[in-house]
């Protein structure tokens, strides 16, 4: 990165990342769309939880607002897309999606572009979870062979709405 190279970071529970662990906070398992905790779980909570994207990411995504439709804690605990990490705004971050939830609707940050010292756009913080395919889709379109997975249309609206705001960084900071 100090080089102009840009990176998209799929973000988990660990966020230790030289110059960048300060922009991060734990939240607690009910707060999150998937526990930490082995097994099943917040399944009351996941029904009222949703994705809302900021622009410019709304834009790049084509989407304002995806609920989940399918909960990821599974019975196993094996490949839970686990992130449990709040993005503390300041002057270097840029935020581009908050997690809503809870019967009041309450929100915080989980998507953001992170800003190296020469303030331009070097590296996006997505949760792994917003590229696990079936979360936010319909039943017809989830995987029907897990031994080979690949994107959903909405994990590649994401990926692309990424890419797309890493490349055009530069021209837009």
Request: proline residues 8%.
């Amino acid at each position: 990165m100090d080089s102009g190279g840009k990176v998209l970071i799929l973000g988990g529970t660990n966020a230790a990342i030289p110059g960048l662990e300060k922009n991060f906070s734990r939240r607690d398992n009910s707060e999150t769309p998937v526990s930490t905790k082995y097994g099943k779980a917040n399944e009351e909570q996941i029904k009222l939880m949703s994705v809302v994207f900021a622009p410019p990411f709304a834009e790049s995504v084509g989407l304002k607002h995806a609920p989940f439709k399918c909960n990821p804690n599974t019975p196993a605990g094996w490949g839970k897309p686990v992130s449990n990490l709040e993005i503390l705004i300041s002057d270097k971050v840029v935020p581009l999606a908050n997690l809503e939830y809870g019967p009041e609707a309450k929100s915080y940050c989980i998507c953001a572009a992170l800003k190296g010292d020469d303030g331009k756009i070097r590296a996006l913080w997505l949760p792994q979870y917003m590229l696990m395919p079936m979360l936010f889709t319909d039943k017809s379109e989830r995987m029907k062979d897990w031994s080979r997975p690949e994107l959903d249309s909405f994990s590649r609206r994401v990926f692309f709405g990424c890419v797309e705001l890493l490349e055009n960084a530069g021209a837009k900071n």
